[in-house]
């Protein structure tokens, strides 16, 4: 095994995040018609120069397939060394399925006459906004996994600043959930889904924390195995 390809599988892990949070803040704030408040990220992927977020959620999910490789190196043989890298795999995986498969048009991005108000029906979803739901949720939920995983490794081996930096993917995917859920209670009937209006901003502001300590995870364990 080649310590020097195992750093530079790992340093992909760190280079994921400032490249997905500078794209998607960029295209955000430059779009036009898009609105923190009112859209989430995946809706970049829609519209005129939407396969710029494609692109980027396509090439953030290669570079964390390679940080899993690295992974799996680095903890060979230790606390977590086959679930952490599994389930970052499939979190990986799943995040170039999110950039193969877009949304559907909503809560008026992009701007046109075919997009509704509010969020269409159930039974109006199409196929590829359907696989984008469900990449998106076997992803993030595999990712909360993998970083749960990590938390424990990190315990084993007293490295308790660690520990909780691992654990923040996990608490922010929980939230997150939570406050989706409320909303999809709270809007089941058609009518009320149609008008209706989510508020993506706590959303926004998760990714950060999200990205922020996947890089600083494996700058870790970059760092460990210097």
């Not at 570079?63 to 086959?82: I, K, W």
């Not at 008026?108 to 696989?131: E, M």
Request: charged share 10%; with cysteine; proline share 6%.
């Amino acid at each position: 095994m080649n310590p020097a390809s195992t750093r530079r599988l790992l340093a992909a892990g760190i280079l994921a995040s400032p490249l997905v949070l500078a794209v998607e803040f960029t295209l955000a704030f430059t779009r036009e018609g898009f609105d923190l408040r009112r859209h989430a990220s995946s809706q970049l992927a829609l519209g005129d120069g939407g396969w710029v977020q494609s692109l980027n959620f396509i090439v953030a999910g290669l570079l964390m397939l390679a940080f899993s490789l690295g992974l799996r190196r680095t903890l060979e043989g230790q606390a977590g060394g086959r679930w952490a890298p599994g389930l970052m795999a499939v979190f990986a995986l799943s995040h170039v399925g999110v950039g193969i498969f877009s949304t559907d048009p909503a809560f008026g991005f992009p701007p046109g006459p075919g997009t509704p108000a509010g969020l269409p029906a159930y039974d109006q979803a199409s196929t590829h906004a359907v696989l984008h739901s469900v990449f998106g949720f076997v992803g993030f939920n595999a990712l909360a996994a993998a970083c749960a995983v990590l938390a424990w490794h990190f315990h084993r081996r007293g490295e308790t600043r660690w520990c909780a930096v691992a654990l923040l993917p996990p608490v922010m995917v929980i939230a997150i959930s939570v406050y989706a859920g409320c909303f999809e209670a709270q809007h089941s009937d058609p009518a009320v889904r149609a008008v209706a209006q989510f508020d993506f901003r706590p959303m926004w502001a998760s990714l950060p924390v999200i990205w922020g300590a996947l890089s600083a995870l494996a700058w870790a364990l970059q760092r460990r195995r210097s």
